[in-house]
């Protein structure tokens, strides 16, 4: 059965390559940003190549007072796929991008979870795309790792539920290829947008609730969590 | 923001090698972020890199990698005319299962780089080349955005067509799409000679496409292959990849090219067989890593437009050109043409063009040099996107509209920078 898929941070790569894979199935895709200009070539470029309708709808979620009822105003089974992050260094913090990250980050985040949830539908579908950098605190950001694993703890809390018909995905990404990394990271194995958007696909479609994107980052990270802190401290990483 | 970092880049020859410090645009409004924050900007755009020459290097400069602009923004059913990014690729209007008038070699080229190269096809004496089919594109200069047609900013329009990328940043194109759907049927002889050949050739009223692989050691061994548009039916072979493992070394030489020919010439000849018009356009797309045959050194490839009144002269001086520089010609296709491209520099005119892949290496380039030469001398062209040898002197002989395009480029403030716009003095 075919649903419709609300895509956050869809001008992002991941976004746009897993809006891309389920429009090859069949599925609806809404597409979710701050601007219209870069949000039209993508979905105009859906409907062509796939015949399926894409829709684009306007939200800023670092605004405190942005209404998530337009999202979520339609008959159509809806799924979500959650994209949308603001990324901040620890660093660059100040008073006001702390607020902003949060607001963008976990506030409006779990304010769409939940208002998707009451949502009268047989099936309720998430993907929320999470980070490694929210398994333990790393000087460069965790600021930024503690809002992901704000929204994991809270969803993990959903999946505790248990519900019939519900499947929640949490995909904990490595280092992908993308316009934030693309000449900042000199990390050899990149895992290019469109092979992890296959994998956070092909993982919820097979009802997992935590999976690891690219694979091997799960041993890297079993490493760094159990590491001592008087090791870990140590690491340049 | 655009984000610049080094790169070591080549292109589909691996012959050569350029250091560039390459940024990669997500979408087209970050070009004009970057000639915003860079007004005297010369990077050099690059779609995939496909051409088998130097328009798509800045050494030691910026490049800006436009190969993820890979979006179609709209389709017109009735007029069949089709806006995209510049980096859609051929191979993505055939997946829609729509027809471009006009293919190059390589279904991964983009639109832009098409552009930029006034490529051709097969079917040059139905269709002319890609520039005829371009409706309008917009460029980004380094201080301004313009929709250029045949009707407005005409001159620039004309002079982008073939422009090897040097007037700017081509960033969506309209294009016009052949009607028909994209499947064939073709026809296969073998000529007693290359006159016969070569007056086939000459009487192609009756076909939409044609091309010949020339053996050039044996004439009467090569092959001509005639199609026409076909509507689809089951027997329509679907194109299947076969992916091949890069090689580490190069194998061509003068025994497995025996073998290589001695195997295409026993290959019954094919008649009213039917093929996806990728099958049969591009049946080198289905051999993944065929040019990693060529070595780690890479191929090179000559290829020249020849006064169809005098070809079969030419053929030969070629193969006695060939012998005396003691080189191995590999794969060598011929094509027909009638209609000249649209562009100041497009390469294509009335007559035929010779294509002759070599493995990169001292006799190769000798022979390409001396076939350069000969080029020039019997009033011939030569192809830029393929080649890396010309100087700028035999680029204005064979270029008379040379100079016209270099006075629209001194028009823009700051032309787009290349190491082919450097070797040839056009910037």
């Not at chain 1, 684009?56 to 089974?77: C, R």
């Not at chain 1, 990270?221 to 090791?231: A, D, N, R, Y």
Request: proline share 4%; net charge positive; aromatic share 8%.
């Amino acid at each position: 059965m075919t649903t419709t898929w609300i895509i956050t941070g869809a001008t992002s790569s991941i976004a746009e390559a897993f809006a891309h894979k389920v429009a090859e199935l069949g599925d609806s895709v809404i597409l979710v940003g701050r601007k219209e200009a870069p949000l039209k070539p993508i979905a105009s470029n859906i409907t062509l190549r796939y015949g399926v309708n894409a829709d684009i709808q306007l939200m800023d979620f670092s605004e405190k007072n942005s209404s998530l009822n337009a999202l979520l105003e339609t008959s159509n089974n809806l799924s979500l796929f959650i994209a949308h992050c603001e990324q901040v260094t620890n660093t660059e913090l100040n008073e006001k991008n702390i607020e902003s990250a949060i607001t963008t980050n976990i506030t409006k985040t779990i304010q769409l979870i939940h208002a998707y949830l009451q949502k009268p539908q047989n099936n309720h579908n998430i993907i929320f795309v999470s980070s490694v950098a929210g398994l333990r605190g790393r000087k460069k950001n965790s600021f930024y790792g503690a809002t992901k694993r704000a929204v994991d703890t809270y969803l993990e809390g959903l999946q505790h539920e248990n519900i019939q018909g519900r499947t929640i995905t949490i995909a904990r990404l490595g280092l992908i290829d993308t316009k934030t990394t693309y000449g900042t990271v000199t990390f050899p194995l990149l895992a290019s947008s469109q092979k992890t958007a296959t994998s956070l696909l092909e993982a919820h479609k097979k009802g997992k609730r935590m999976v690891i994107i690219p694979r091997f980052w799960k041993i890297i990270m079993s490493i760094i969590v159990c590491l001592p802190f008087g090791i870990y401290k140590r690491l340049s990483i | 923001m655009v984000t610049f970092t080094s790169k070591s880049l080549s292109n589909f020859s691996r012959s050569a090698k350029s250091a560039c410090k390459v940024g990669r645009i997500y979408h087209t409004y970050e070009i004009d972020e970057y000639l915003q924050k860079n007004p005297t900007g010369v990077a050099t755009p690059r779609g995939r890199g496909l051409s088998y020459n130097d328009s798509c290097f800045n050494t030691d400069g910026n490049i800006l990698d436009l190969s993820k602009l890979t979006r179609f923004l709209d389709w017109d059913p009735k007029t069949y005319h089709i806006s995209a990014e510049s980096g859609v690729s051929f191979n993505d209007i055939l997946n829609l299962n729509l027809s471009p008038a006009v293919m190059p070699g390589t279904v991964h080229a983009t639109l832009g780089g098409a552009i930029a190269h006034d490529i051709h096809g097969k079917n040059n004496p139905k269709m002319g080349t890609f520039g005829h089919h371009v409706q309008s594109f917009t460029l980004k200069t380094h201080n301004d955005t313009l929709n250029v047609s045949k009707t407005e900013h005409s001159e620039l329009f004309h002079a982008t067509i073939a422009g090897l990328g040097l007037t700017g940043t081509i960033a969506e194109v309209t294009l016009a799409l052949e009607k028909r759907p994209p499947y064939v049927t073709i026809n296969e002889s073998s000529p007693k000679d290359f006159a016969a050949l070569c007056q086939s050739m000459k009487n192609h009223e009756s076909f939409d496409f044609q091309a010949s692989w020339l053996n050039l050691l044996t004439p009467e061994k090569s092959r001509l292959i005639q199609a026409n548009y076909s509507e689809k039916t089951k027997q329509h072979d679907i194109s299947r990849l076969i992916k091949l493992p890069p090689s580490p070394c190069n194998l061509i030489h003068p025994f497995t090219m025996k073998i290589f020919n001695r195997l295409y010439h026993r290959k019954k000849l094919n008649n009213e067989q039917s093929l996806s018009l990728k099958a049969f356009n591009n049946p080198l797309d289905n051999l993944l890593n065929w040019n990693t045959f060529y070595g780690p050194k890479g191929l090179l490839q000559f290829q020249a437009l020849f006064p169809e009144e005098t070809i079969e002269h030419h053929l030969h001086d070629v193969i006695r050109i060939i012998n005396k520089a003691n080189a191995l010609p590999a794969l060598s296709v011929l094509k027909y043409f009638t209609n000249a491209g649209n562009g100041l520099l497009s390469f294509v005119r009335p007559g035929f063009t010779l294509a002759i892949d070599f493995p990169n290496h001292q006799k190769s380039l000798k022979a390409i040099a001396n076939l350069n030469t000969y080029t020039l001398g019997v009033k011939g062209n030569i192809y830029l996107a393929k080649d890396t040898l010309l100087t700028q002197n035999q680029f204005q002989q064979c270029y008379p509209n040379h100079e016209k395009f270099r006075a629209i480029l001194h028009q823009l403030d700051f032309p787009v920078q290349s190491d082919l716009g450097k070797r040839l003095g056009l910037i």
